[in-house]
């Protein structure tokens, strides 16, 4: 496929590397933004360990087109290397002020025609947008962990994107192989208003007694969920869920975006889910 943009993205967590990893199996060259050279590093490494797996199980691209996918991506910690990026998204640690930051940047050293996205789990675009001189070419791209296998992305506007960044938006994830969903903004869009609040509340309810396991089963075998909640959160980072709900609580001020005991716990003691081998569950 021939490349149709300059993609960048800021920051090389989990969903930064799988972002990257989706434009550059869709053929676009791939600025990747991170100042800490250990975060590129382990997200170089996942994204070979993820094309390796698909290439195994026959659902990703052929094995000698591995190096030609991984060529694509460049590496950097210096933000001044997406000058001349087309389509930047960002997806940085979930820190209102970080992000104010980052777009404030990005805005006086972009082109005007470049579109910016934010992958925020919670914040208002409208907000982030606010730090630009661009609302119009602002919007927010939701991606769902893990972006390579995950078919639909929340498509954030806000009342001043203009119809064709969105329009630019949509065919970027078409390219990408992804179905964009477009809805309006707020705290925590539709994903997140309502996941976090069923999170929330399955974590609490682990401290009555009940365990991990039955709740999740709760959901997997009487609603039919793929994934019950706190499996979901172990996916997530339980540490992106502890700053999430701390977004929806200050945005909201609705008391039920509080973070449980339990969950406060294992974060604190580093069990953070499916990255760290332990959180609601254990990933030997």
Same mark, same amino acid.
């Given at each position: ?5 300059? +993609? ?14 989706? #434009? ?26 993820? =094309?390796?797996? &698909? ?7 052929? &094995? /000698? ?10 590496? !950097?910690?210096?933000?001044?290397? @997406? ?7 960002? !997806? ?22 470049? +579109? ?30 893990? #972006? ?23 065919? *970027? ?15 925590? *869009? ?17 401290? &009555? ?13 009487? =609603? ?17 869920? #502890?700053?999430?709900?701390? +977004? ?13 005991? &339990?969950?406060?716990?294992? +974060?604190?003691? /580093?069990? @953070?889910?499916?990255? !760290?081998?332990?959180? *609601?569950?254990?990933?030997?």
């Amino acid at each position: 496929m021939t490349a149709q943009h300059r +993609v960048g993205v800021v920051g090389a967590g989990t969903m930064g590397a799988g972002i990257a990893q989706c #434009a550059a199996e869709a053929g676009m060259p791939v600025t990747v933004i991170d100042p800490d050279p250990a975060a590129a590093e382990r997200a170089r490494r996942s994204i070979r360990a993820t =094309l390796r797996s &698909s290439v195994l199980l026959g659902r990703g691209p052929r &094995s /000698g087109e591995l190096t030609e996918i991984t060529d694509r991506i460049r590496w !950097s910690e210096r933000i001044e290397d @997406l000058r001349d990026a087309t389509f930047i998204i960002e !997806s940085v640690t979930e820190r209102v002020e970080l992000k104010y930051a980052v777009f404030a940047e990005l805005d006086w050293m972009c082109p005007p025609s470049a +579109v910016f996205a934010s992958g925020t789990s919670a914040i208002p675009i409208a907000d982030l947008a606010a730090q630009t001189g661009r609302p119009e070419r602002m919007l927010g791209l939701h991606f769902m962990n893990p #972006a390579p296998l995950t078919e639909a992305v929340e498509v954030i506007t806000t009342a001043d994107t203009a119809p064709d960044t969105l329009t630019t938006a949509l065919d *970027f994830l078409a390219a990408l192989g992804k179905r964009g969903i477009v809805v309006g903004d707020g705290p925590g *869009f539709v994903i997140n208003r309502v996941l976090m609040l069923a999170i929330a509340e399955a974590a609490a309810i682990t401290e &009555s007694g009940t365990d991990a396991a039955a709740v999740d089963a709760l959901f997997e075998g009487c =609603l039919g969920h793929r994934m019950g909640p706190l499996a979901t959160a172990d996916l997530i980072g339980l540490d992106n869920v #502890a700053d999430t709900l701390a +977004v929806l609580r200050d945005a909201t001020g609705d008391s039920r975006y509080r973070t449980p005991d &339990s969950l406060a716990g294992l +974060v604190r003691d /580093g069990h @953070l889910g499916r990255k !760290s081998g332990r959180g *609601f569950h254990a990933y030997p």
